[in-house]
Protein backbone atom coordinates (compact mmCIF):
# COMPACT_ATOMS: atom_id res chain seq x y z
CA UNK A 1 0.00 0.00 0.00
CA UNK A 2 1.50 3.69 -1.02
CA UNK A 3 1.90 6.34 1.53
CA UNK A 4 2.59 9.24 1.27
CA UNK A 5 6.48 10.33 1.63
CA UNK A 6 8.72 14.08 1.25
CA UNK A 7 9.39 12.72 -2.46
CA UNK A 8 6.32 12.11 -3.26
CA UNK A 9 4.35 14.73 -2.19
CA UNK A 10 4.61 16.67 -5.71
CA UNK A 11 1.05 17.54 -7.02
CA UNK A 12 0.82 19.75 -10.92
CA UNK A 13 4.26 20.49 -12.17
CA UNK A 14 1.89 23.47 -14.12
CA UNK A 15 -0.72 25.23 -13.00
CA UNK A 16 -2.46 27.89 -15.69
CA UNK A 17 -5.61 30.01 -15.67
CA UNK A 18 -7.49 31.65 -18.58
CA UNK A 19 -10.73 32.65 -19.61
CA UNK A 20 -12.17 32.34 -23.06
CA UNK A 21 -15.47 31.07 -24.30
CA UNK A 22 -17.53 27.77 -24.52
CA UNK A 23 -20.42 27.36 -26.97
CA UNK A 24 -20.70 30.95 -27.26
CA UNK A 25 -20.42 31.76 -23.03
CA UNK A 26 -17.78 33.09 -20.90
CA UNK A 27 -15.84 30.71 -19.11
CA UNK A 28 -13.67 30.31 -16.45
CA UNK A 29 -10.69 27.83 -16.68
CA UNK A 30 -8.12 26.30 -14.56
CA UNK A 31 -5.35 24.17 -16.09
CA UNK A 32 -3.07 21.71 -14.45
CA UNK A 33 -0.52 19.75 -16.09
CA UNK A 34 2.02 16.79 -14.93
CA UNK A 35 4.17 14.34 -16.68
CA UNK A 36 3.62 10.68 -15.29
CA UNK A 37 6.44 7.99 -15.91
CA UNK A 38 4.10 5.31 -17.71
CA UNK A 39 2.71 5.25 -20.86
CA UNK A 40 -0.97 6.79 -22.41
CA UNK A 41 -2.70 3.39 -22.45
CA UNK A 42 -1.62 2.99 -18.57
CA UNK A 43 -2.53 6.64 -17.57
CA UNK A 44 -5.27 6.10 -19.59
CA UNK A 45 -6.37 2.66 -17.58
CA UNK A 46 -5.55 4.62 -14.17
CA UNK A 47 -8.03 7.15 -14.97
CA UNK A 48 -11.27 5.47 -16.09
CA UNK A 49 -10.88 2.08 -15.22
CA UNK A 50 -13.59 1.05 -12.14
CA UNK A 51 -11.46 -0.92 -10.96
CA UNK A 52 -8.28 1.21 -10.36
CA UNK A 53 -10.16 4.61 -9.87
CA UNK A 54 -11.28 4.16 -5.58
CA UNK A 55 -7.19 2.80 -5.43
CA UNK A 56 -6.23 6.54 -5.67
CA UNK A 57 -8.96 8.54 -6.22
CA UNK A 58 -12.48 7.71 -5.39
CA UNK A 59 -15.06 4.69 -6.37
CA UNK A 60 -17.00 5.12 -9.19
CA UNK A 61 -20.28 3.64 -10.45
CA UNK A 62 -22.60 3.97 -13.88
CA UNK A 63 -22.63 3.50 -17.21
CA UNK A 64 -18.52 4.37 -18.35
CA UNK A 65 -18.93 4.58 -21.94
CA UNK A 66 -19.68 7.94 -24.57
CA UNK A 67 -22.73 9.30 -23.21
CA UNK A 68 -22.93 7.40 -20.01
CA UNK A 69 -23.72 8.97 -16.52
CA UNK A 70 -20.96 8.22 -14.31
CA UNK A 71 -20.93 8.96 -10.23
CA UNK A 72 -18.24 9.35 -7.98
CA UNK A 73 -19.35 8.37 -4.52
CA UNK A 74 -19.62 11.33 -2.27
CA UNK A 75 -18.61 13.52 -4.64
CA UNK A 76 -19.02 14.78 -8.40
CA UNK A 77 -21.42 13.33 -10.72
CA UNK A 78 -22.20 13.61 -14.42
CA UNK A 79 -21.97 12.60 -18.50
CA UNK A 80 -19.56 11.11 -20.35
CA UNK A 81 -19.41 13.68 -23.18
CA UNK A 82 -16.61 12.86 -25.39
CA UNK A 83 -14.40 9.52 -25.06
CA UNK A 84 -11.07 9.11 -27.01
CA UNK A 85 -8.91 6.62 -25.63
CA UNK A 86 -6.40 6.43 -24.34
CA UNK A 87 -6.10 10.65 -25.01
CA UNK A 88 -9.43 12.38 -23.94
CA UNK A 89 -12.01 12.57 -21.95
CA UNK A 90 -14.68 15.60 -21.37
CA UNK A 91 -17.26 15.00 -18.52
CA UNK A 92 -19.79 17.08 -17.25
CA UNK A 93 -19.33 17.84 -13.58
CA UNK A 94 -22.30 18.27 -11.67
CA UNK A 95 -22.48 18.92 -8.09
CA UNK A 96 -24.31 20.68 -5.43
CA UNK A 97 -27.08 21.78 -8.39
CA UNK A 98 -24.25 23.70 -10.37
CA UNK A 99 -22.49 22.29 -13.22
CA UNK A 100 -19.39 23.04 -14.71
CA UNK A 101 -16.60 20.57 -17.12
CA UNK A 102 -13.83 18.52 -16.77
CA UNK A 103 -11.83 18.18 -20.01
CA UNK A 104 -8.27 15.35 -19.80
CA UNK A 105 -5.77 15.22 -22.92
CA UNK A 106 -2.96 13.05 -22.43
CA UNK A 107 0.22 13.30 -24.26
CA UNK A 108 3.32 11.05 -25.05
CA UNK A 109 6.54 13.17 -23.47
CA UNK A 110 9.35 10.98 -23.53
CA UNK A 111 9.24 8.16 -22.15
CA UNK A 112 6.35 9.52 -19.94
CA UNK A 113 2.72 11.03 -20.11
CA UNK A 114 1.61 14.51 -20.43
CA UNK A 115 -2.03 14.71 -18.15
CA UNK A 116 -3.28 18.05 -19.31
CA UNK A 117 -6.75 18.55 -17.14
CA UNK A 118 -8.67 21.63 -17.56
CA UNK A 119 -11.90 22.64 -15.06
CA UNK A 120 -14.23 24.86 -16.91
CA UNK A 121 -16.95 27.01 -15.01
CA UNK A 122 -19.27 29.17 -16.53
CA UNK A 123 -17.86 33.14 -15.72
CA UNK A 124 -20.98 35.19 -13.77
CA UNK A 125 -20.11 38.15 -12.49
CA UNK A 126 -22.35 37.70 -9.23
CA UNK A 127 -20.88 34.63 -8.64
CA UNK A 128 -20.21 34.84 -4.64
CA UNK A 129 -17.95 31.76 -4.12
CA UNK A 130 -15.71 32.57 -7.19
CA UNK A 131 -15.11 35.88 -5.74
CA UNK A 132 -14.05 34.10 -2.57
CA UNK A 133 -12.13 31.45 -3.46
CA UNK A 134 -11.08 31.66 -6.92
CA UNK A 135 -9.52 28.71 -9.05
CA UNK A 136 -7.58 27.49 -6.02
CA UNK A 137 -11.20 26.31 -4.63
CA UNK A 138 -10.52 23.64 -7.07
CA UNK A 139 -7.13 23.73 -7.85
CA UNK A 140 -6.05 22.29 -4.51
CA UNK A 141 -8.15 19.70 -4.84
CA UNK A 142 -6.76 18.39 -7.94
CA UNK A 143 -3.65 19.16 -6.67
CA UNK A 144 -3.83 16.51 -3.85
CA UNK A 145 -5.25 14.27 -6.41
CA UNK A 146 -2.38 14.87 -8.99
CA UNK A 147 -0.31 13.48 -5.84
CA UNK A 148 -2.56 10.62 -5.55
CA UNK A 149 -2.24 9.23 -9.08
CA UNK A 150 1.65 9.88 -9.12
CA UNK A 151 1.84 7.45 -6.03
CA UNK A 152 -0.27 5.00 -7.46
CA UNK A 153 1.45 5.29 -10.89
CA UNK A 154 4.91 5.06 -9.57
CA UNK A 155 3.78 1.94 -6.71
CA UNK A 156 2.96 -0.34 -10.20
CA UNK A 157 -0.52 0.60 -9.28
CA UNK A 158 -0.99 -0.28 -5.88
CA UNK A 159 -3.23 0.85 -3.81
CA UNK A 160 -3.15 4.41 -1.99
CA UNK A 161 -3.50 4.06 1.72
CA UNK A 162 -6.43 6.58 1.90
CA UNK A 163 -6.83 7.09 5.44
CA UNK A 164 -3.28 7.63 5.87
CA UNK A 165 -3.35 10.56 3.32
CA UNK A 166 -6.79 11.93 5.14
CA UNK A 167 -4.35 12.26 7.92
CA UNK A 168 -1.72 13.57 6.29
CA UNK A 169 -3.72 16.60 5.36
CA UNK A 170 -4.38 17.93 8.67
CA UNK A 171 -0.80 17.41 9.88
CA UNK A 172 2.17 20.48 9.18
CA UNK A 173 3.39 18.80 6.16
CA UNK A 174 -0.04 18.80 4.58
CA UNK A 175 -1.24 21.84 5.49
CA UNK A 176 1.75 23.14 3.78
CA UNK A 177 1.27 21.29 0.90
CA UNK A 178 -2.32 23.09 0.26
CA UNK A 179 -1.00 26.32 1.78
CA UNK A 180 1.83 26.44 -1.23
CA UNK A 181 -0.67 24.99 -3.94
CA UNK A 182 -2.90 27.77 -2.72
CA UNK A 183 -0.20 29.97 -3.61
CA UNK A 184 1.11 28.49 -6.29
CA UNK A 185 -2.86 28.84 -8.14
CA UNK A 186 -2.78 32.38 -6.70
CA UNK A 187 0.03 33.08 -9.05
CA UNK A 188 -1.45 31.70 -11.94
CA UNK A 189 -4.61 33.51 -11.29
CA UNK A 190 -2.04 37.00 -11.57
CA UNK A 191 -0.47 35.33 -15.08
CA UNK A 192 -3.94 35.24 -16.65
CA UNK A 193 -4.67 38.70 -15.56
CA UNK A 194 -6.25 39.02 -11.95
CA UNK A 195 -5.12 41.79 -9.78
CA UNK A 196 -2.43 40.63 -7.38
CA UNK A 197 -4.79 41.63 -4.56
CA UNK A 198 -7.83 40.24 -5.28
CA UNK A 199 -5.79 36.69 -6.15
CA UNK A 200 -3.58 36.17 -3.16
CA UNK A 201 -7.00 37.12 -0.56
CA UNK A 202 -8.57 34.43 -2.77
CA UNK A 203 -5.49 31.73 -1.73
CA UNK A 204 -5.47 32.87 1.94
CA UNK A 205 -9.42 31.69 1.97
CA UNK A 206 -8.71 28.52 0.08
CA UNK A 207 -6.07 27.77 1.77
CA UNK A 208 -7.85 28.15 5.41
CA UNK A 209 -10.74 26.49 4.21
CA UNK A 210 -8.72 23.20 3.29
CA UNK A 211 -6.57 23.43 6.34
CA UNK A 212 -9.83 23.50 8.66
CA UNK A 213 -9.10 27.14 9.61
CA UNK A 214 -11.93 28.83 7.94
CA UNK A 215 -15.79 28.31 7.03
CA UNK A 216 -17.16 27.19 3.44
CA UNK A 217 -20.86 27.81 2.91
CA UNK A 218 -21.11 26.77 -0.48
CA UNK A 219 -20.98 23.05 -1.44
CA UNK A 220 -19.35 23.50 -5.00
CA UNK A 221 -15.55 23.37 -4.95
CA UNK A 222 -13.13 22.90 -2.89
CA UNK A 223 -11.26 19.65 -1.17
CA UNK A 224 -13.43 16.49 -1.38
CA UNK A 225 -16.54 18.44 -2.38
CA UNK A 226 -14.75 19.43 -5.96
CA UNK A 227 -11.59 18.28 -6.81
CA UNK A 228 -10.09 16.49 -3.93
CA UNK A 229 -9.37 12.43 -3.99
CA UNK A 230 -7.81 9.97 -3.18
CA UNK A 231 -3.99 11.47 -2.48
CA UNK A 232 -5.56 14.19 0.17
Known sequence: MSEITSSNAIGAEFRGYEEREREGQPVRVAVAARTYPTD??????????????????????????????????????????????????????????????????????????????????????????????????????????FMGLGMHIASGGAQVDIEAAHGWTASDEGKAFMRASADAWAAAHIAGGEADEVAQGMAGRTAAFYCGEGGHDHGEGGGEDQGGGGGG
Open 40 to 145: PADLWEAMTSAERLPRWFLPIEGDLKLGGRYQLIGNAGGTILRCDPPHALDLSWEFAGATSWVAVRLAGAGEGTRLTLEHIFPKSDDDAFWQKFGPGAVGVGWDLS
